[in-house]
């Protein structure tokens, strides 16, 4: 089992950038994948980027790829979601979840987060 906790959120402007960090208290925290899920007020849970064991691969939903940056840390049990360029339709509830791999690589991730507020406004 794994506990995941998000921390970066906050409030910026268009154009700023945030960055997002899911910290993992597993100490097999490089035997899951690592995904970054996010909610808006209204609507569905969303799918934004998920990450391999490793690092190697990594997968981005069309409207942030280009703008956000997954990345992990092992030695640090931690993964990264560098976003830049932000736009109003950023703004949700982002949170990170875990998997032992079948749920890879945008699929019901087994272990969550309590999520970290980003808010971008025009």
């Known amino acids: 089992q794994v506990q995941l906790v998000e921390s970066g959120g906050g409030l910026v402007q268009a154009g700023d950038s945030l960055r997002l960090s899911c910290a993992a208290s597993?100490?097999?925290?490089?035997?899951?994948?690592i995904g970054w899920f996010r909610q808006a007020p209204g609507k569905e849970r969303e799918f934004v980027s998920s990450?391999?064991?490793?690092?190697?691969?990594?997968y981005y939903r069309d409207s942030v790829k280009g703008r956000f940056n997954i990345s992990r840390d092992n030695a640090k049990n931690t993964v990264y979601l560098q976003m830049n360029s932000l736009k109003p339709e950023d703004t949700a509830v982002y949170y990170c979840?875990?998997?032992?791999?079948?749920?890879?690589?945008?699929?019901?991730?087994?272990?969550w987060g309590q999520g970290t507020q980003v808010t971008v406004y025009s």
């Open positions: 990450i391999s064991w490793s690092g190697a691969s990594t």
């Open positions: 979840a875990a998997d032992l791999g079948s749920a890879w690589p945008q699929g019901e991730y087994a272990y």
């Open positions: 597993s100490r097999t925290f490089s035997s899951y994948v």
